[in-house]
């Protein structure tokens, strides 16, 4: 059973940082595309960054969010610079097994296993 399980979220003010963390068990990252999304208050949930075999980035988060994995501990990680009020939101972590160069993928349907979420707030 695929358990993704994130934790590091919390109040930051703005122009802070905080770093997500994804632990995964039951499925190794490095065997998948290891994603993260977001969804703030009565939005929809959007693509913040993906790793498989590259990286992707929102537009909205480039220059200031990284993904990485620690293959050993079997964790992803969200590192956030420069936080705004406007990435206030529950950050999801989720994973679909890697695939081909071309298969980058960041519609959330094409994620299998998800976590349950954590919470980041940036004050303004």
């Known amino acids: 059973q695929v358990q993704l399980v994130e934790s590091g979220g919390g109040l930051v003010q703005a122009g802070g940082s905080l770093r997500l963390s994804c632990a995964a068990s039951?499925?190794?990252?490095?065997?998948?595309?290891m994603g993260w999304f977001r969804q703030a208050p009565g939005k929809e949930r959007e693509f913040v960054a993906s790793m498989g075999w590259k990286t992707d980035y929102a537009d909205s988060v480039k220059g200031r969010f990284t993904i990485s994995r620690d293959n050993p501990w079997n964790t992803v990680y969200l590192q956030m610079n420069s936080l705004q009020p406007e990435d206030t939101a529950v950050y999801y972590c989720a994973a679909v097994a890697l695939r081909g160069l071309a298969y980058r993928p960041s519609a959330q349907d094409e994620y299998d296993y998800w976590g349950q979420g954590t919470q980041v707030t940036v004050s303004s």
């Open positions: 039951g499925r190794t990252v490095s065997n998948s595309i």
